[in-house]
């Protein structure tokens, strides 16, 4: 199995990489507005620009379906970043989820999972260390700390519903 490098990309997300036995740089974005890229390249031709295919949310679950399914999902879910027990993770709102329309306070985030909403970013606006206040939107994408078990639980309620 091909080694996987994981580089944080400040700012943007963190991008993993492997080399294909044919000699390929494959690697995947995961911004962290939640787009995903797949990028290919050659070693040997490091000044040519990479292929970059951007993929909607409903595309990666096609291909991860297409790649082997729940395997990688689960593989993927496992490659978070971690620094001394502390998980950041990106969650986004959908329509029906039961926190949008709730305050942060409101949505009981933090007193059920024990993760803290450190921004939420919303279109091209970051709203970085929202109050309690802060009315959540479908289409948000939440920016939440914690342990890698309260990442989990706050996933569930997010996605709840």
């Not at 044919?22 to 995947?28: F, K, N, P, T």
């Not at 933090?110 to 803290?116: F, H, I, P, T, Y």
């Amino acid at each position: 199995m091909p080694q996987v490098e994981q580089t944080p990309l400040p700012g943007v997300g963190v991008r993993y990489d492997f080399t294909t036995r044919e000699g390929q740089i494959l690697g995947v974005v995961h911004r962290r507005g939640g787009c995903r890229e797949i990028h290919v390249g050659r070693p040997s031709d490091p000044d040519s620009p990479p292929l970059c295919i951007p993929l909607a949310d409903d595309e990666v679950h096609t291909l991860v379906e297409a790649l082997g399914g729940l395997q990688v999902t689960e593989s993927l879910a496992r490659l978070q970043q971690y620094m001394e027990g502390i998980a950041i993770e990106w969650l986004k709102v959908g329509p029906a989820s039961p926190v949008a329309g709730r305050s942060i306070a409101g949505s009981v985030i933090r007193s059920r999972s024990g993760v803290l909403v450190v921004a939420v970013l919303r279109g091209d606006a970051t709203h970085p260390a929202p109050g309690p206040g802060f009315l959540i939107e479908p289409g948000d994408t939440l920016v939440v700390v914690g342990t890698p078990e309260g990442i989990a639980a706050a996933t569930g309620l997010v996605r709840a519903g």
